[in-house]
């Protein structure tokens, strides 16, 4: 089928994305009086799920995967669409719709929300971008194109000061991350002469003396890809950028944007650095994405559990979560016949991680929408009023916890038992270790809407709007999470058909 | 196809019942769960399995379908029943409708949300008990736990969310124990296991399929196994000493959850034990007959002379749970036709009567408002139907002859006097039967404190006699009950069927 259509026609989805942003901003610019907030969530969902629907198909047509001839690359080889790609195109797709939905609901009395649709789709264009990028330099246009405008997305409120105050650390650990991944791939480029990826990988086969300053390079892009996915030691910008930023922009930069830092982190280092050639040169890179997995995991977890503001508990878990799928990295082995299965199950995680965090972030958003305040204390009885929402909430952090009757449950498990193969017992303990702790932080969440008072007998009748749009993202995510349970088998095997393919 | 019509009516049924309003959600959530009794009873009459459906036998009801297949080794959707199994998922569909009408007098709340969830626990109940492959029973097994904590959570008592949260916490860390476990033991299965369907792997165990895994001899990972799984299912049993959860839950629960908890939660714990430690490491639980069966008197005696310490008609009840599962685990232990089958039978005896039991002492406490036993007297005079039933079920508990605790203790007792395989037998089969006498102790006296005597209240209440749904559910368990005492055959026969090939897979080897 995809024969039947020019080469460049595999960019559909980013393409998408990237017109639907540029229509709503020429909308916009053009009759800034008669816009209207629905229309514009309207046509900037559409053109999401459009994205969406175009990616899908292309996965079940089997565009540029190995079954179909491989990857195509267009542009000198910069870019190349397969099916880790589009996989990775159609989480950014999704949690983008959901956000853009909810924030229908969310921005319903801010001046000018037209700008928020059209930066949310710009960034998931730099997303979809990153996704197929095969050359370091377009690693790192798209990279920052995703980055501007996450630092206006958090700022986006701009009379909020908290909002204000993260966009500026945000922009600040950003700027200098970006600064430091930079000069790794200028680092790279001279000592192995190119920044496509296959002849980046040849030039690390024959490096010599130079293994220093490749080794130095390839330290500074790990920090450049630690910054995106917010790991340690570049994570502590996640907290405050996702607690003062607006909840749909959190929800959107912990889902898609972390998963966008992944899909670098695992081409990057497979394509460009394959690991058997990397550590013959004494670039053992596998062994620091492992202590950095360690690190990142019960770091974000420890922090989790002794949070009292539930947006900032999640902010630590997303951290948590990235410490499981660097796991995908970490556990890879020179040869080992297991590496697409760890990487695919780390990719299926963030799949499922795309819709139980963002209907988590989502579901704060519409507590804020309400103005029930932010601690643990005062979402006490919310199930009283808000049922329906309440057990969305309380499925998003089971599935999150990995407590087996949802889809967080198989991807944990995948994604652990693929380091047991591959013989990394001791990551997966840690993890397992980890998931246990993280029930303890989850499940206060759901014992403060279900079990515990009100604080105060008149705290929930400020529960008075029914934010339509909002009900219907969260609980949209709520049966995606549970539906991934009995429907994950097209998402591992795509995933590991995807992560095979770059071994 | 019955078993997953039966699934899926009764999630249908709680989805429904979630939705509707209130004020009838009780009455429509007991028409409902008669579906899935009817659909019970007629798997029961079409029943033609034979043997144990791990070891080869014939799977009645049998239906598999791949759902995920990573890294060689297939999930599937693999359900079907033999003759431990169906008395189980009878048991589920028979005492959840009573447990729902229990529930009209004494849950006043958010009752859709309620009935919605016991009707969500049942279809995940009978998936635990139907489910064949590891997967799927792990993820039914799981599932049951969220309903329960809800369940304890919002509609308990005063300490609800303690207890709510420690059931949870307890049961989610043994949860782990025992998944840990049994995923060593595929591992070290390696290549010869190419699915997680439970026949399947206890084959491959049985043809000595087990390899090193990381170093480790295959007997030590079975060894390590078992004693994982089996800490983690003793936790569910529950066993001395990881029984403080089992109190506090059915202290704070409300009646029907009680009911359930006690009548079908606790059977998941010895039903897995029997399957996974039992059947697939049969020559592990023989070679460590001795402390188990230590363990089992234990929890028999220690749980009796608990029961025999409480003030509360609802902890004294609870306790004697823990020492009735222990002749259960006794039973299995021994690994003789009896034994195994009789624990079979406890276990369904055992959800019935204690069943009973909480459900009576909860109809007395909605006329008294009150469970202490020192807080009324000479009840008797006001609710004589309710505390006759009441007395009726503790001699059951007792082993009266004639009714199905009795059956089901008498075959354990048979089973485990004579057994060859455990070391001392007859002293462990003695005192366990002495625990029988401590038994007697605290029912009787309990029951001679608040029933008989000229009545007396402490509470402000106004007792008559219960209402008539609050009787009838009571009266229909105490008819299973003495129908199960006069005629044990009914379930024991197929039990028995299924339990030899058990027994044989340790003479075998041994």
Not at chain 1, 46 to 57: D, E, K, N, R
Not at chain 1, 460 to 488: K, M, N, Q, S, W
Request: aromatic content about 14%; glycine content about 10%.
């Amino acid at each position: 089928m995809y024969n039947a259509l020019p080469p460049w026609t595999a960019l559909a989805p980013a393409l998408l994305l990237g017109l639907t942003g540029l229509a709503l901003l020429l909308v916009d610019t053009i009759r800034p009086r008669s816009r209207s907030n629905t229309s514009m969530a309207v046509v900037g969902a559409l053109g999401a799920l459009a994205s969406l629907a175009v990616t899908v198909w292309f996965v079940a047509a089997g565009t540029g995967s190995a079954d179909t001839g491989g990857g195509i690359t267009l542009f000198a080889d910069a870019i190349t669409v397969d099916t880790l790609s589009l996989f990775f195109t159609a989480i950014f797709a999704s949690v983008t719709s959901l956000v853009v939905v909810a924030a229908h609901d969310y921005f319903h009395d801010h001046e000018n929300p037209a700008a928020f649709y059209s930066l949310t789709l710009f960034a998931a264009t730099g997303m979809a971008l990153l996704a197929v990028a095969n050359s370091l330099a377009v690693v790192f246009v798209a990279l920052e194109m995703v980055s501007l405008p996450s630092y206006a997305l958090v700022a986006f409120l701009k009379t909020n000061r908290g909002s204000v105050e993260a966009g500026l650390k945000y922009f600040l650990v950003g700027a200098l991350s970006s600064a430091v991944f930079l000069f790794g791939i200028s680092l790279v480029y001279a000592v192995t002469g190119s920044l496509i990826f296959a002849e980046v990988a040849a030039g690390i086969g024959s490096l010599g003396d130079l293994a220093g300053i490749a080794g130095i390079g390839i330290v500074m892009i790990v920090g450049g890809v630690a910054f995106k996915t917010a790991s340690v030691p570049f994570h502590f910008w996640a907290p405050e950028a996702y607690e003062g930023a607006p909840a749909p922009v959190s929800a959107f930069l912990s889902s898609a944007s972390k998963a966008a830092g992944f899909v670098v982190a695992f081409r990057v280092f497979t394509e460009a650095f394959p690991l058997g050639a990397s550590v013959s040169a004494e670039i053992n890179w596998v062994l620091a994405f492992g202590v950095l997995a360690a690190v990142t995991m019960t770091l974000g977890n420890f922090a989790a559990a002794v949070q009292e503001e539930v947006k900032r508990m999640l902010a630590y878990s997303s951290i948590g979560h990235a410490g499981y799928a660097l796991i995908g990295l970490a556990a890879l082995s020179a040869g080992g016949s297991g590496n697409g299965a760890v990487m695919g199950a780390a990719m299926a995680h963030l799949f499922v991680y795309g819709f139980m965090n963002t209907g988590a972030f989502l579901f704060v958003a519409m507590a804020e929408r309400w103005g029930v305040g932010r601690t643990f204390e005062e979402y006490g009885g919310l199930a009283r009023r808000a049922p329906v929402a309440c057990t969305a909430m309380a499925v998003f952090m089971f599935s999150l916890a990995g407590l087996p009757p949802f889809a967080g449950f198989f991807s944990k498990y995948f994604l652990f038992m693929g380091a047991i193969d591959n013989g990394f017992i001791w990551l997966a303990a840690l993890g397992a270790v980890n998931s246990v702790i993280s029930l303890y932080y989850y499940s206060r969440v759901v014992k403060a809407m279900f079990l515990d008072d009100p604080t105060t007998p008149s705290a929930l009748d400020t529960i008075d709007a029914r934010p339509t749009a909002l009900y219907a993202a969260v609980v949209f995510a709520a049966v995606a999470t549970v539906l991934l349970l009995p429907g994950f088998g097209p998402v591992i095997e795509t995933a590991e058909a995807a992560a095979s393919a770059l071994f | 196809m019955i078993l997953e019509a039966l699934i899926a009516f009764t999630f249908l049924a709680a989805l429904v019942v979630l939705l509707a309003p209130d004020a009838w959600a009780g009455r429509l959530a007991f028409a409902l769960s008669a579906v899935p009794f009817a659909g019970s009873l007629y798997a029961w009459s079409q029943f033609d399995g034979a043997g144990n459906a791990l070891t080869g036998g014939t799977i009645a009801f049998e239906s598999q379908f791949e759902w995920i297949e990573v890294g060689g080794r297939s999930v599937s959707w693999f359900v079907g029943l033999d003759g431990i199994s169906l008395p189980l998922v009878v048991l589920t569909t028979f005492l959840v409708p009573l447990a729902i009408v229990s529930a009209w007098t004494p849950i006043d709340t958010r009752q859709s949300q309620f009935y919605g969830l016991m009707l969500f626990m049942e279809a995940n109940l009978l998936g635990v008990f139907t489910a064949l492959d590891f997967f799927l029973w792990f993820v039914f097994w799981e599932a049951v736990l969220v309903p329960m904590y809800f369940l304890i959570g919002v509609w308990g008592g005063p300490r609800r969310k303690y207890a709510a949260i420690k059931f949870f916490v307890y049961t989610n860390a043994a949860s782990l124990l025992m998944f840990i476990g049994f995923m060593s033991l595929v591992f070290a299965l390696g290549d010869s296991v190419s699915s997680f369907a439970l026949p399947e792997i206890t084959a491959a165990i049985a043809n000595g399929g087990l390899g090193e895994w990381f170093g480790i001899a295959p007997g030590t990972v079975a060894l390590g196994a078992f004693l994982a799984m089996f800490a983690g299912f003793a936790v569910k049993v529950p066993v001395v000493p990881v029984h403080t959860w089992l109190p506090d839950a059915h202290v704070e629960a409300p009646t029907p959850v009680s009911v359930l908890l006690a009548g079908v939660l606790l059977k998941m714990g010895t039903y897995a034990l029997l399957r996974y430690n039992f059947t697939m490491l049969p020559n592990q639980a023989s070679a460590l007959a001795i402390p188990i069966a230590a363990i089992a008197v234990i929890s028999v005696i220690y749980g009796a002379m608990l029961a025999l310490a409480q003030k509360d008609l609802k902890r004294i009840v609870a306790y004697s749970s823990v020492s009735s599962m222990g002749y259960v685990i006794l039973g299995l232990v021994v690994f003789t036709e009896y034994g195994v089958g009789g624990a079979t039978f406890q276990m369904v005896a055992h959800g019935l009567i204690s069943g009973l039991m909480f459900m009576a002492v909860g109809v007395v406490y909605n006329a008294t408002h009150t469970r202490m036993v020192g807080d009324m007297a000479g009840m008797a005079d006001r609710m004589p139907i309710t505390v006759g039933i009441l007395v009726a079920g503790a001699f059951g508990y007792m082993g009266l002859p004639l009714m199905a605790g009795f059956a089901g203790e008498f075959f354990i007792f048979v089973g485990a006097f004579g057994a060859p395989s455990l070391p001392y037998a007859p002293a462990f089969t003695a005192l366990a039967m002495f625990g029988i006498v401590i038994v007697a102790g605290y029912l009787l006296s309990a029951m001679q404190k608040t029933l008989f005597g000229p009545f007396r209240l402490e509470t402000d209440y106004e007792v008559g006699r219960a209402p008539v749904h609050d009787v009838a559910p009571l009266a229909v368990l105490l008819a299973a009950i003495i129908v199960l005492g006069v005629a044990p055959d009914v379930f024991f026969e197929m039990i028995r069927d299924a339990a030899i090939p058990v027994v044989e897979g340790v003479s075998a080897d041994v």
